[in-house]
């Protein structure tokens, strides 16, 4: 439980900022995904960078049982997998960039709405809950 608290310490206050980050941007977001469809050496990196840090939490904490500490896992093996994506088809996705740049902004407050909440129950067990 000592490696779930930790991951999640790390995790929750990582995906408050992203979501916080998200809502005062959002009427950036387009622009954004705009200049990332132009570099796919950008996608190839992040997808580097979040392989790593999936592969990390799974090498400590690949945990399965029924409780919250699941969540953790799920995480990282989803950073895992979508750096490997990125990194395979940094081409494609920088496409996709462009038309993803093109939806909705209640979309993407959808979006950081589900990522504020995942980032404030990870912290609450990580900082707060026994």
Do not use: C
């Not at 490696?3 to 809502?23: C, F, Q, V, Y």
């Not at 840090?53 to 090498?59: E, H, K, P």
């Not at 990194?87 to 959808?110: C, H, K």
Request: glycine fraction near 10%.
């Amino acid at each position: 439980m000592a490696n779930s608290k930790t991951i999640a310490g790390l995790i929750g206050p990582t995906l408050i900022a992203l979501a916080a980050a998200l809502l005062i941007n959002l009427g950036s977001i387009s622009a954004l995904a705009e200049s990332v469809s132009h570099d796919p050496a950008l996608v190839l990196m992040s997808g580097v960078l979040s392989f790593v840090a999936g592969l990390a939490v799974v090498r400590v904490h690949n945990h399965w049982a029924g409780d919250w500490a699941v969540l953790v896992t799920i995480l990282g093996w989803l950073l895992l997998v979508s750096g490997l994506v990125r990194m395979l088809f940094p081409i494609r996705l920088a496409g996709m960039a462009a038309n993803f740049g093109q939806s909705t902004g209640f979309i993407e407050a959808g979006e950081a709405v589900v990522l504020l909440v995942i980032g404030a129950f990870l912290s609450y067990k990580a900082y707060i809950s026994n």
